[in-house]
């Protein structure tokens, strides 16, 4: 089955560096790439998604890339904020008609942006 | 996007009870599920909640121990069963859209004594 791997599991920068995040998974038929932050006491909150037919997307400071031949992909947040600090979580599923597109998770990485 | 109203948020438990958390969803959806999160780990699937028949449950999961119920496209419960300490997690009700986004909800997080 999928398996994702997310690093690094912690991150420390200061406020206005980026931040990047990576993550591979093994299964090649993954199509669907979503991004997670979970700030403490409450549930992950979807922050982007990609999938498989884009390499790139950006939202604002935030920025996901998907290589698919190398079957990893990032995110980029940029000019980060104290708001920012939180836990991180990618994640993967293979979505289509004849599935539950089933997410599978990265370990997490949490983010502290220093003012 | 859904609104995903879970309850309880939090529980303090002995241990051979059960509990009940309950999940409403503003909108009708297809998709539910229900995930496991324990203390500073990442998420784990115990089931998805399937309108009017059974849940399907992952590996290391059975209904015995989580018996879940869907009974319409807007609520689902998951009870946590004859609870041990080691089932102290944030139990997450997640839905999908049908743009195929997935929406949690805030947790209910259960620790039992």
């Known amino acids: 089955g999928e398996n994702v791997e997310q690093h690094p599991s912690t991150l420390s920068v200061q406020e206005g560096d980026s931040a990047v995040i990576k993550c591979t998974y093994s299964?090649?038929?993954?199509?669907?790439f979503p991004w997670y932050k979970q700030e403490l006491g409450k549930g992950p909150q979807l922050i982007i998604d990609i999938r498989s037919n884009v390499g790139e997307k950006k939202d604002q400071r935030i920025a996901v890339t998907l290589n698919k031949t190398a079957k990893h992909f990032s995110l980029h947040i940029t000019e980060t904020q104290p708001e920012d600090s939180a836990v991180y979580f990618c994640a993967a599923s293979i979505q289509g008609s004849s599935n539950t597109g089933k997410l599978i998770f990265g370990q997490g990485t949490t983010l502290q942006v220093k003012p | 996007s859904a609104v995903i109203s879970q309850k309880p948020s939090r529980d303090i438990c002995q241990r051979g009870t059960s509990l009940t958390i309950q999940c409403q969803v503003d909108?009708?959806?297809?998709?539910m599920f229900w995930y496991r999160q324990q203390p500073g780990q990442s998420l784990t699937l115990i089931a998805t909640?399937?309108?009017?028949?059974?849940?399907?449950?992952e590996s290391g999961f059975v209904i015995d121990k989580f018996p879940i119920s869907r009974p319409n496209l807007t609520f689902s419960t998951l009870t946590v069963s004859n609870m041990s300490p080691e089932d102290s997690s944030i139990y997450l009700c997640?839905?999908?859209?049908?743009?195929?986004?997935?929406?949690f909800g805030s947790g209910t997080q259960l620790s039992v004594l």
């Open positions: 909640a399937n309108q009017g028949s059974e849940a399907t449950y």
């Open positions: 997640s839905v999908r859209t049908g743009g195929g986004k997935l929406f």
């Open positions: 909108s009708q959806v297809t998709m």
């Open positions: 299964d090649s038929a993954s199509n669907y």
